[in-house]
């Protein structure tokens, strides 16, 4: 009967994938429109160990895109309110709620050799960098957002290495940082879409584009532990 829960996704995997993707160690950074959705929709797909890593508290401008933003999680710390709505899906999970923000000082700190895989959903460039840089210099399995913002057509989302990535102006600065540490090989989530024009002096953001970003970084996750 614990299966049942997966009976439509077994349909497509086998159960011997399931106790693979059951047994997998995840650890995500960033629980936002992409991290969030990344998180959720790992755990309905079977996904149980979890750590989630986040310095922030839901606000009224996440309404508009973040699974864990409703009216009565506003002003809770994100990692409080992922890991309650991700228990009330499965209770099963194991998830290690980290409230606080990776840095260059601190990467080491989080034991991501452990991880099977590393998911990175980060908006502050220099953390990013620091987590994506630590992550390739020891061939650890990464899969890293690019920029979700200012675009709201989600049928323009891939996933690609970095080398190919095109229009996105995160990506550019993320190819010219990996370059000058003679990385190469990142697997990241884009798109082809421009961004487009915004009078503000931050990224605007749609329902659209954040949540496919982490829908296709499960997908990554899922399809890479059922072809092993």
């Known amino acids: 009967m614990e299966n049942e829960k997966y009976k439509r996704l077994l349909q497509i995997i086998s159960e011997e994938d399931l106790i693979k993707i059951q047994n997998k160690r995840i650890i995500i950074f960033g629980l936002g429109g992409v991290g969030g959705n990344a998180l959720e929709a790992l755990v309905r797909s079977g996904f149980r160990r979890f750590t989630i890593v986040d310095n922030d508290v ?42 606080e923000a990776v840095t260059p000082q601190n990467v080491a700190n989080f034991n991501l050799e452990f991880y099977d895989y590393i998911v990175d959903a980060i908006d502050s460039f220099e ?36 080398e190919k990535t095109e229009g996105c102006p995160l990506a550019k600065k993320v190819r010219y940082r990996l370059r000058q540490e003679k990385l190469k090989g990142l697997m990241v989530v884009t798109s082809k879409e421009l961004p487009l024009t915004n009078a503000g002096n931050k990224p605007g953001s749609s329902a659209f584009v954040p949540p496919a970003f982490g829908l296709a970084m499960a997908s990554y996750i899922l399809r890479n532990v059922i072809s092993k």
């Open 58 to 99: 839901v606000d009224i401008t996440n309404l508009n895109r973040q699974l864990i933003a409703t009216t009565k999680t506003i002003g809770m710390p994100k990692v409080k309110a992922a890991k309650k709505r991700m228990l009330e899906i499965e209770p099963n999970c194991n998830i290690n709620a980290v409230f």
């Open 127 to 162: 953390d990013k960098m620091a987590l994506i840089i630590y992550a390739l210099k020891h061939n650890l399995p990464i899969i890293s957002a690019m920029g979700a913002g200012n675009k709201i057509d989600p049928t323009k989302v891939i996933i690609t290495k970095i």
